[in-house]
């Protein structure tokens, strides 16, 4: 049975159009470690769990989320696993409200760093914002909530980094940008995905009723040297 691009959507983006900021081999690939601590492997056999263990840094960490559980190479531990879910846009709510908003660059990077490291959406580093098709809300000059892209494979644009500083939650802002950025992905003739903690319920349930239905569970791992 051939598995499809989103069973291992990370390994699949970064070989294909997200390769120009791949690190790795035809076995196993990261992203540049300034932008994303995601990982992946061709499949589950000793060549790519080798090639994925060459890939953990000797002081950090690698991040591998995928369906099915993530075999250790030799080595390698499991520091955290989270189970988790997948989700693609079925069909797609029209974006709630009429709230103004701004296209999000490099300028922008370190303010979107700090937005996320108070809210944690998931891991957005100094060049993450290179995903591209970010969009925020400023309050008064203030960045107050964003979100963008992530992960690309052909037909699947992953939307990503949804969040709102809890000072201004309530107000639809989520909501309003992550339907924004899913219909854009839809104008593309792609279909919009993204991926949420098991355990996160009130997600999933705005989720559902924004259009999006459950595809597979995951397992998040996040994996270093023994």
């Known amino acids: 049975m051939t598995e499809h691009y989103l069973d291992r959507a990370v390994f699949h983006a970064l070989s294909t159009r997200h390769a120009p900021i791949a690190l790795g081999t035809v076995h196993a690939r990261r992203y540049q470690a300034e932008i994303s601590p995601f990982a992946g492997t061709a499949d589950d056999g000793d060549v790519s769990l080798s090639a994925l263990a060459e890939l953990v840094p000797a002081d950090g960490m690698i991040i591998s989320a995928r ?17 988790g879910v997948q989700m693609v846009a079925e069909r797609l709510s029209a974006p709630e409200g009429d709230h103004a908003f701004l296209e999000l660059g490099d300028a922008d990077a370190p303010e979107m760093v700090e937005l996320a490291a108070l809210t944690k959406p998931g891991p957005f580093l100094a060049r993450t914002n290179r995903f591209g098709g970010y969009i925020g809300v400023r309050i008064e000059g203030r960045l107050v909530a964003m979100a963008g892209h992530r992960l690309q494979v052909p037909g699947y644009t992953e939307v990503s980094a949804v969040c709102t500083h809890p000072d201004f939650r309530g107000r639809g802002y989520g909501s309003f940008l992550l339907c924004t950025v899913a219909a854009r992905i839809k104008a593309q003739g792609e279909t919009p995905f993204l991926h949420t903690f098991a355990s996160n319920t009130g997600a999933i349930r705005l989720y559902e009723r924004l259009g999006f239905v459950h595809r597979s569970n995951i397992s998040v791992t996040v994996l270093r040297r023994a």
Do not use: F, N
Not at 73 to 78: E, L, N, Q, S, T
């Open 67 to 83: 369906v099915g559980d993530q075999p250790l190479p030799r080595g390698i531990v499991a520091e955290h696993v989270w189970p």
